[in-house]
Nanobody, 114 residues
Framework: QVQLVESGGGLVQPGGSLRLSCAAS????????MHWYREAPGKQREWVGG?????DSVKGRFTISREKNTMYLQMNSLKPEDTAVYYC???????????????WGQGTQVTVSS
């Protein structure tokens, strides 16, 4: 069984910063890639970034890093439009011969408001 657990969300004022973490645990052989997505109220889930690459909408403000099975999203200069539930996604295998599958975390709420 595989678990992805996000943490670090919360309420922050415009211009503030937050650092999200996503820890993958369980029966993991290899994590092929990890990505961040977000879903704002009434909008479709959108890709934020992964493998150190970020979407144009957050470029220059967000950075992604990864250390072994934990991925981080450093968010600076936050704007109200960054308000969303942020989800972690990992594409991984559970054995050397096994097929790779997508796994998702439960999400963490980020609210940017004064």
């Amino acid at each position: 069984q595989v678990q992805l657990v996000e943490s670090g969300g919360g309420l922050v004022q415009p211009g503030g910063s937050l650092r999200l973490s996503c820890a993958a645990s369980g029966s993991i052989f290899e994590i092929i890639h990890m990505h961040w997505y977000r879903e704002a109220p009434g909008k479709q889930r959108e890709w934020v970034g992964g493998n150190t690459v970020v979407a144009d909408s957050v470029k220059g403000r967000f950075t992604i890093s990864r250390e072994k099975n934990t991925m981080y999203l450093q968010m600076n200069s936050l704007k109200p439009e960054d308000t969303a539930v942020y989800y972690c996604n990992a594409y991984l295998t559970q054995s050397r011969e096994g097929a790779a599958h997508d796994y998702w975390g439960q999400g963490t709420q980020v609210t940017v408001s004064s």
